[in-house]
């Protein structure tokens, strides 16, 4: 569940806004997105993978907030944790040299 905009990470370029497919954002008077429907969002973590400065964190847990705080998410170096996991590197240190996918194609020859 989306659980921590950073307004200090955020360029206010709405992309999240657009892109989240249950419509959980809104805007506030600068631009900074509102997590303002949180229980409708759908844990699918597109806004966090298309944001350009890694602004966005979303919690595994879907059933519930799980209370984490923009301070945690940073010290635990969980901002653009998983894009990056997912190799994509648009704006980012690259991930896809990580991506294990070839070793199981190996491994079936
Ligand atoms: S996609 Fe990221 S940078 Fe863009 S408005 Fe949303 S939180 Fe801010
Ligand atoms: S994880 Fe998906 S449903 Fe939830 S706020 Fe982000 S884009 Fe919307």
């Keep these: ?3 921590v905009v950073s307004g200090d990470r ?3 370029c709405d992309i999240c806004e657009r892109i989240c497919p249950a419509f959980v954002f809104d805007r506030d008077a600068t631009g900074l997105p509102i ?3 949180q229980d409708d969002c759908q844990t699918c973590y597109l806004c ?3 944001c350009p400065t890694d602004a966005l964190y ?3 847990q879907a059933n519930g907030p799980t209370g984490m705080t923009e301070a945690e998410v940073e010290r635990r170096g969980l901002f653009g944790a998983y894009a990056r ?3 994509w590197s648009r704006g980012r240190a690259g991930g896809t040299d990580r991506d294990p996918t070839h070793l199981l194609r190996a491994a079936q020859n």
């Design 85 to 87: 996991a997912l190799g």
């Design 58 to 60: 979303v919690a595994e």
């Design 1 to 3: 569940m989306i659980e």
């Design 10 to 12: 955020c360029i206010r």
């Design 35 to 37: 997590i303002a429907r």
């Design 48 to 50: 966090e993978i298309y």
